[in-house]
């Protein structure tokens, strides 16, 4: 069981990742289940921030993409987006300090990801904080 915040942010990557493979693939799904497979006590901040991405996945996309740099975020991998539209979502909607949003993300991205999606994900969300 997940117990500080950074590992709760590794069950909401996990669950939005599993999330797009199961929409991919045309797999019927529950986003409680899901998350329940992974963090069997349940937690509001896991809850509220995956049910958020889901809610608002069209907007976050459109956000991203307006930031990423000749790039659009369906060609990053499932990984790299689930960490994008995380950090987004809590970087915009919710009250968690900036730095710590941006942060998190990274830290996530440089466990998961490569350098270069590391580094295009910390620029998109500190631009993305820069003009809040």
Do not use: H
């Not at 976050?60 to 994008?84: C, E, H, S």
């Amino acid at each position: 069981m997940a117990e500080n915040r950074s590992e709760l942010r590794k069950v909401i990557m996990t669950s939005l990742y599993q999330i797009s493979v199961y929409k991919s693939n045309k797999i019927k799904y529950d986003i409680k289940s899901v998350i329940k497979e992974l963090q069997e006590v349940e937690n509001d901040f896991v809850n509220t921030i995956v049910f958020g991405v889901e809610d608002n996945i069209e907007e976050l996309d459109k956000i991203a993409n307006k930031y990423l740099k000749d790039w659009t975020i369906d060609r990053l991998g499932k990984t790299d987006q689930a960490i994008l539209r995380m950090g987004l979502y809590e970087l915009l909607y919710t009250d968690t300090p900036d730095i710590v949003c941006i942060n998190e993300a990274v830290e996530l991205a440089k466990e998961y990801s490569d350098d270069k999606v590391k580094n295009m994900i910390n620029a998109v969300l500190d631009s993305i904080m820069k003009d809040k």
